[in-house]
């Protein structure tokens, strides 16, 4: 089993990330600024930030893959893409790295245009949106050595919808995944799955890749 450090662990999508992890046997670290007062059990949680890159470069030793999935928004809008690089380009070369994008960045067909360029998308998003694709491309241009995946969920993923937990979900490679309806969605749980199914058999080694029903 592996040593997973979920950055952001408290989240809607990180707290999903964390309990997949903790029920398939993995030691997990839930890393996020404030600590709950409900926490999952089987789960270490931690309490750091982006913003503290040495002081959470040493809660990470000894993992094997660290997922980050902490929002560019609010007050942490600008400062994840420039802390998240800063503190990968600081880890080990054999610990995994794993970044949870948003929708944005995914394409709208083969080869097509992203879903965050269409006039369609919210315009109060964009600059969250833009953030994360920053880092994929920071992710792309970095150093050979470092493996990593990045990952978009469907376009209504969020704790406005959270959905069940089916055991099922779509990769679409980087198209946005929709339904025969045109719909895009996944729940927070079948989500998590896709994460842990990358962190325990990878297939998208230096490559982000979306995920839907």
């Known amino acids: 089993m592996a040593r997973i450090a979920v950055i952001?662990?408290?989240?809607?999508?990180?707290?999903?990330i964390v309990e997949e992890a903790v029920n398939r046997g993995h030691s997990v670290l839930a890393i996020a600024r404030r600590i709950?007062?409900?926490r999952l059990p089987g789960?270490?949680?931690i309490e750091g930030s982006l913003?503290?890159?040495p002081d959470l470069l040493a809660q990470l030793q000894g993992v094997d893959a660290v997922?980050?999935?902490v929002a560019p928004r609010g007050?942490?809008?600008?400062?994840?893409?420039?802390?998240?690089?800063?503190l990968i380009s600081l880890l080990p070369d054999d610990v995994r790295v794993g970044v949870i994008g948003g929708a944005g960045g995914s394409l709208i067909a083969p080869g097509g245009e992203r879903l965050v360029d269409q006039p369609s998308f919210t315009e109060e998003y964009k600059p969250?949106?833009?953030e994360a694709i920053g880092i994929l491309e920071d992710l792309q241009s970095g150093p050979a050595d470092r493996d990593w995946f990045y990952i978009h969920p469907a376009g209504g993923f969020g704790a406005f919808h959270p959905g069940e937990r089916t055991g099922t979900y779509r990769d679409g490679g980087d198209v946005l995944v929709t339904d025969e309806n045109g719909d895009s969605f996944i729940s927070g749980a079948d989500f998590a799955i896709a994460v842990l199914d990358e962190i325990e058999n990878?297939?998208?080694?230096r490559e982000r890749f979306t995920v839907g029903y």
Not at 75 to 86: C, F, K, W, Y
């Open 36 to 38: 709950p007062s409900e």
């Open 75 to 86: 007050d942490m809008a600008g400062l994840v893409r420039p802390n998240l690089i800063a």
């Open 128 to 130: 969250e949106s833009m």
């Open 67 to 69: 997922v980050s999935a």
């Open 51 to 53: 913003t503290d890159v």
């Open 202 to 205: 990878p297939k998208h080694s």
């Open 8 to 16: 952001g662990g408290t989240g809607y999508a990180g707290r999903h």
């Open 43 to 45: 789960a270490t949680y």
